[in-house]
């Protein structure tokens, strides 16, 4: 199956009142344990890549080069999107030429009238397209590859005024962080998410830093209208865990236990199964 833009997939997860899971790529190991899982599972998929990922994986070109060819190669059925993730203006422009499905811009930085600007110029362009378009009002906190935000909670007409632009999915700082929350985080501010539900109705409303949200939170979040929710740092987490249990035991030492096929292997696996628990916890199983 060809890549899809986000569009069908996130109008069915608003209306089915589940959410789908964007994972974001570092590299083949980790592209390849994403779409066997969504596979496995019968899920469909968003793999998210951040401009600092991008120019890891060379480019991307190279990205749509291999997720393009591990769809076809693995047999994948289920819709996959690849999407920009934190997107400037420029990245935004250049995933778009490269053939990614999707993208993200996000403008939160910006005063709200240079955010709706780029946004509509960027809508346009999606449109005529065919891509999907994620924006972002407020700003999600703590950093993610250099994207640094200070997580201010969303302006209910702000995202309005965004939404209306026709964006195909909408991040709204709801007090989410990317990376590990704080012990003294005081959790997702519902409130801000209901008036902004409110405010922008069939919306997909969309939940960054999916790492280390309590289940109970999430299922909250996905009741209150968000349809697509961001998970990066918790693969990398289990990843790097099972990648240095499998040095720590000498593994690496027993026969050719230092072949990157095997090194990688643990790590991928636990990939996996992060990628499993979410898309259960998300409601997306069997949804493709
Ligand atoms: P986490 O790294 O906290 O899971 O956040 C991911 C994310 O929001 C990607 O944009």
């Given at each position: 199956?060809a890549?899809?833009?986000?569009?069908e997939m996130?109008?069915?997860?608003?209306?089915?009142?589940?959410?789908v899971?964007?994972?974001?790529?570092?590299?083949?190991?980790w592209?390849k344990?994403?779409?066997?899982?969504?596979?496995?599972?019968?899920?469909?998929?968003?793999l998210?890549?951040s401009?600092?990922a991008?120019?890891y994986?060379?480019?991307?070109?190279?990205?749509?080069?291999m997720?393009?060819?591990?769809?076809?190669e693995?047999?994948?059925?289920?819709?996959?999107?690849?999407?920009?993730?934190?997107?400037?203006?420029?990245?935004?422009?250049?995933?778009?030429?490269?053939?990614?499905?999707?993208?993200?811009?996000?403008?939160?930085?910006?005063?709200?009238?240079?955010?709706?600007?780029?946004?509509?110029?960027?809508v346009?362009?999606?449109?005529?397209?065919?891509?999907?378009?994620?924006?972002?009002?407020?700003?999600?906190?703590?950093?993610?590859?250099?994207?640094?935000?200070?997580?201010?909670?969303?302006?209910?007409e702000?995202?309005?005024?965004?939404?209306?632009?026709?964006?195909?999915?909408?991040a709204?700082?709801?007090?989410?962080?990317?990376?590990?929350?704080?012990?003294?985080?005081?959790?997702?501010?519902?409130e801000?998410?209901?008036?902004?539900?409110?405010k922008?109705?069939?919306?997909?409303?969309?939940?960054?830093?999916?790492?280390?949200?309590?289940?109970?939170?999430?299922?909250?979040?996905?009741?209150?209208?968000?349809?697509?929710?961001?998970?990066?740092?918790?693969?990398?987490?289990?990843?790097?865990?099972?990648?240095?249990?499998?040095?720590?035991?000498?593994?690496?030492?027993?026969?050719?236990?230092?072949?990157?096929?095997?090194?990688?292997?643990?790590?991928?696996?636990a990939?996996?199964?992060k990628?499993?628990?979410?898309?259960?916890?998300?409601g997306?199983?069997?949804?493709?």
């Amino acid at each position: 199956m060809a890549l899809v833009n986000a569009k069908e997939m996130l109008t069915k997860a608003k209306a089915g009142h589940y959410a789908v899971g964007q994972f974001n790529i570092n590299n083949l190991e980790w592209t390849k344990a994403i779409l066997l899982t969504a596979e496995e599972l019968k899920s469909p998929v968003i793999l998210g890549v951040s401009e600092g990922a991008g120019k890891y994986m060379c480019g991307y070109k190279t990205v749509v080069g291999m997720v393009t060819a591990m769809i076809e190669e693995l047999g994948i059925t289920v819709p996959v999107a690849l999407h920009l993730d934190h997107g400037s203006y420029e990245g935004a422009k250049k995933c778009i030429e490269a053939g990614f499905s999707s993208i993200m811009f996000d403008g939160s930085h910006y005063p709200i009238e240079e955010n709706i600007e780029k946004t509509k110029e960027l809508v346009g362009i999606c449109n005529e397209l065919g891509l999907s378009i994620e924006a972002e009002v407020g700003s999600i906190g703590g950093e993610e590859d250099g994207v640094i935000g200070m997580g201010e909670c969303a302006d209910p007409e702000e995202c309005k005024m965004i939404a209306d632009l026709g964006v195909t999915m909408l991040a709204a700082g709801i007090g989410n962080i990317h990376g590990v929350y704080p012990e003294n985080w005081p959790g997702l501010s519902f409130e801000t998410l209901e008036k902004i539900q409110e405010k922008t109705g069939e919306m997909p409303l969309v939940l960054h830093g999916g790492t280390g949200i309590p289940d109970d939170m999430i299922k909250k979040a996905i009741a209150l209208g968000v349809s697509k929710i961001n998970v990066n740092t918790e693969c990398q987490l289990v990843f790097a865990e099972a990648t240095r249990k499998y040095i720590e035991a000498g593994k690496d030492k027993q026969g050719k236990g230092f072949d990157p096929r095997k090194l990688l292997a643990p790590g991928t696996e636990a990939i996996k199964a992060k990628v499993k628990e979410k898309m259960e916890i998300f409601g997306s199983v069997g949804k493709a």
